[in-house]
């Protein structure tokens, strides 16, 4: 099946750092994929669509210069969390859909990022 | 905002039993899907189906779509201590004619197989 490959799967970071998440896709061409955040105990929050090529989609209330969103390659998406805070503490998630059909139905999601600011 | 809603939140039961899981929305979907993930990691598909479709089986996995009650169940049976995770339910309304969709996830249910 799909892979999709996110890293760092955990990073801590002072307060004002920039912090750069990666996802790949590794044996397919994902001209979309998807940014979310998920809080403890909480469902996933679609933060932006990232589509290779042209500039993402953001999802009303993130902040687009704050997560920058960077789709330079059909199997890389990249999430830079800029001047973090402890508010920006979260579980971050990167998906992508296989370019399988007419429109594509499944999603194929990363590990994850724990994003801990201290 | 997340359009599906899960009931019940959390679910414990012994290995062996069926869990039973539910997810309502609010708007018209092409297709409903379910999601497991375990705690700390990414999500996994499990099954989709579709608005034409009733019910669908899956291995231990049984997922039912009423369009018109707009809900939606997954039934896993013979549970095991393995099937401990969250599963959130997840619905794709974007229309035909667009290129790819986007998919809306509810609360999620945690369930908990005791051995």
């Known amino acids: 099946g799909a892979v999709v490959s996110q890293h760092p799967s955990r990073v801590i970071c002072k307060s004002g750092t920039s912090v750069k998440i990666e996802c790949r896709s590794l044996?397919?061409?994902?001209?979309?994929m998807f940014w979310y955040r998920q809080f403890p105990k909480q469902s996933l929050m679609l933060m932006a669509t990232?589509?290779?090529?042209?500039?993402?989609?953001?999802e009303q209330g993130v902040e687009k210069d704050k997560f920058l969103i960077n789709h330079a390659s059909l199997t890389l998406s990249t999430l830079t969390v800029t001047s973090a805070h402890p508010e920006d503490s979260s579980f971050y998630i990167c998906?992508?859909?296989?370019?399988?059909?007419?429109?594509?139905?499944?999603?194929?999601f990363g590990s994850g990022t724990q994003l801990s600011v201290l | 905002s997340q359009q599906g809603e899960e009931d019940p939140q959390a679910l414990s039961i012994q290995e062996g039993e069926n869990a039973t899981m539910n997810c309502s929305y609010k708007?018209?979907?092409?297709?409903l899907q379910w999601y497991r993930q375990n705690s700390g990691r990414g999500l996994v598909h499990l099954i989709l189906?579709?608005?034409?479709?009733r019910e669908k089986h899956s291995g231990r996995l049984r997922v039912t779509l009423d369009t018109s009650k707009k809900s939606s169940s997954l039934l896993i049976t013979a549970s095991r201590a393995a099937d401990t995770a969250s599963y959130f339910c997840?619905?794709?309304?974007?229309?035909?004619?667009?290129?790819?969709?986007?998919?809306?996830f509810g609360e999620g249910t945690q369930l908990t197989v005791n051995p």
């Open positions: 998906s992508a859909r296989a370019p399988t059909g007419r429109w594509d139905e499944k999603l194929f």
């Open positions: 044996d397919f061409q994902a001209t979309t």
């Open positions: 990232s589509n290779e090529g042209s500039k993402a989609t953001y």
């Open positions: 708007t018209s979907i092409n297709n």
């Open positions: 189906i579709r608005s034409n479709e």
């Open positions: 997840a619905t794709d309304a974007a229309p035909e004619e667009t290129s790819g969709s986007r998919l809306t």
